[in-house]
């Protein structure tokens, strides 16, 4: 007779599997015990099912992971770590993976689907469902989440009395803020470059629910408000059942993006690269809340061109840089973006503005006579090149902001609605690593999304001064070469400098 002896690992858990919602996210740190969790919920559905006239409680589920690798290795093997064939029945190990569980009165069907080949999302959208788990879902789309909420509340049929409960759960580590799980629990908000459509679909219904479970180690900020280590975290769930210095060993050689991610349950980006910027701290450089604008000062701006154009506001309020706003669009040419930054331009009236952009957008573009600042200036908005276009000069400007400290407070603060941005300092802006046996990476920033509002940072500090000392009169400033000609001996240079002019 098969038996189980599970216990929710926390009351985050606990609330997430007596809750009735049509979906429920639950998202938490790596060994929390999410996974497991969502197995134990199928079964208890399945035992909490109804019996039809014969007596049998009827249910089937899907269970989906982004690749067929990961749904092998990780969700199938959990899955059976807790239903062994040889207590629950025979597992079919031909696609799809199917596990059907005949257990007194309950009979229960269980189908693995990866969807990294075409059958097996054609499979998906053919099910009759009672529920569907989703596994790790910051890797699936919001489309095929869609997807899954047709198919389910199908099985069993009405004639055997229906579904009892019918829905779809889900259980992630901490996704992108930009991804639709943090957008859709009210975390963040919507991108600005989403279609009207794209906005439509990530309006929360009143029937899904998500559920944060404590980070598994908290941060120990030393001088500067920096940090310094990471304690265990004696509220996070799940402890119990892993070693005490389980968290204190994984996260020794981790970078802070992957450990804000993996073990503190934020939500953040970890990209494959070196950070360019290794003095930025989100604590440090992130306001808490919005920034206040000063009425009296000039807002300073930069500006990227391209059909990924972007550009940052900024104040500088008694030596400090404040970054306030950020505008970032993508495929969208110079003149429809000049429209929307006179817009924005138009919230910081009637300040004076001084605006810097790329000095590469004084050549024409090859679908127009007229240069992007050309087309600025015929909009109303008087912008210049920035002094120099070279990248070490421009990012030696932000980091000499970032490792200022003025009045005992950094040289740089950021509005966490700068979102890009911030993204980009935390790993997003990175140098990409070169694919060779050893830590090698690129000399110049890898170009991406967060590059083109990088720039416009750059173009900004460069242009309204920070720097300058590395450039002088347009020009950049070149490292100290000794001099050849100079006798190290007599302290003097080589020959008889009068006799040569006499000669």
């Known amino acids: 007779m098969a038996s189980l002896d599970y216990k929710a690992p926390g009351p985050v858990v606990k609330t997430f599997m007596k809750d009735d919602s049509f979906f429920r996210g639950l998202r938490g740190p790596v060994g929390s015990g999410k996974s497991v969790s969502c197995c134990i919920e199928i079964l208890r559905r399945a035992l909490a099912q109804e019996p039809n006239a014969e007596g049998i409680r009827k249910s089937r589920w899907a269970v989906i992971r982004n690749t067929n690798p990961q749904l092998k290795t990780t969700t199938m093997k959990t899955w059976l770590d807790w239903f062994p064939e040889e207590e629950w029945g025979k597992f079919t190990y031909s696609v799809p993976f199917t596990h059907m569980i005949k257990k007194g009165d309950i009979e229960l069907e269980v189908i693995f689907l990866a969807l990294d080949r075409p059958e097996d999302v054609k499979k998906l959208l053919s099910l009759e469902l009672t529920g569907v788990w989703i596994n790790e879902a910051r890797e699936i789309p919001k489309s095929i989440v869609d997807a899954c909420t047709m198919r389910v509340g199908r099985y069993p049929s009405m004639r055997d009395g229906g579904p009892s409960w019918y829905g779809v759960i889900a259980d992630t580590n901490a996704p992108d803020t930009e991804h639709w799980w943090p957008i859709l629990a009210g975390e963040t908000v919507l991108p600005d470059y989403l279609t009207k459509q794209e906005t439509k679909m990530l309006v929360k219904p009143d029937n899904w629910s998500f559920f944060n479970q404590p980070p598994a180690m908290t941060e120990v900020m030393g001088k500067d408000n920096v940090v310094e280590e990471y304690e265990r975290n004696e509220d996070a769930e799940n402890l119990n059942n892993l070693t005490n210095n389980y968290y204190s060993n994984i996260i020794r050689g981790k970078t802070k993006s992957w450990i804000d991610v993996y073990v503190l349950n934020k939500l953040g980006l970890i990209e494959d690269g070196k950070p360019v910027y290794d003095s930025f701290r989100t604590d440090v450089h992130v306001a808490k809340s919005d920034c206040l604008v000063a009425d009296q000062l000039p807002i300073f701006m930069g500006i990227d061109f391209g059909l990924t154009p972007a550009c940052v506001f900024a104040q500088r309020i008694r030596g400090r840089w404040v970054i306030l706003d950020e505008l970032v669009a993508e495929d969208m040419g110079i003149v429809r973006y000049s429209d929307l930054l006179k817009q924005q331009m138009a919230l910081y009236l009637p300040r004076t503005f001084h605006i810097f952009g790329d000095p590469a957008g004084d050549h024409r573009v090859q679908t127009d006579e007229a240069t992007p600042f050309q087309i600025l200036r015929s909009k109303g908005i008087?912008?210049?090149?920035?002094?120099?276009?070279?990248?070490?000069?421009?990012?030696?400007?932000?980091?000499?902001?970032?490792?200022?400290?003025?009045?005992?407070?950094?040289?740089?603060?950021?509005?966490?609605?700068?979102?890009?941005?911030?993204?980009?300092?935390?790993?997003?802006?990175?140098?990409?690593?070169?694919?060779?046996?050893?830590?090698?990476?690129?000399?110049?920033?890898?170009?991406?999304?967060?590059?083109?509002?990088?720039?416009?940072?750059?173009?900004?500090?460069?242009?309204?001064?920070?720097?300058?000392?590395?450039?002088?009169?347009?020009?950049?400033?070149?490292?100290?070469?000794?001099?050849?000609?100079?006798?190290?001996?007599?302290?003097?240079?080589?020959?008889?400098?009068?006799?040569?002019r006499n000669r």
């Open 382 to 500: 008087n912008a210049r090149p920035a002094p120099s276009n070279d990248v070490l000069i421009r990012l030696e400007a932000v980091n000499a902001t970032l490792t200022r400290m003025t009045d005992g407070e950094s040289g740089l603060l950021i509005d966490p609605k700068c979102i890009n941005l911030i993204k980009g300092f935390s790993g997003g802006y990175h140098y990409k690593r070169i694919q060779t046996s050893g830590e090698r990476y690129d000399e110049k920033p890898n170009k991406n999304r967060f590059s083109h509002v990088h720039d416009a940072l750059q173009y900004l500090l460069l242009g309204a001064g920070e720097g300058r000392s590395l450039v002088v009169g347009g020009k950049t400033t070149r490292p100290f070469v000794a001099k050849r000609d100079f006798d190290v001996y007599t302290a003097k240079p080589k020959g008889d400098i009068f006799s040569r």
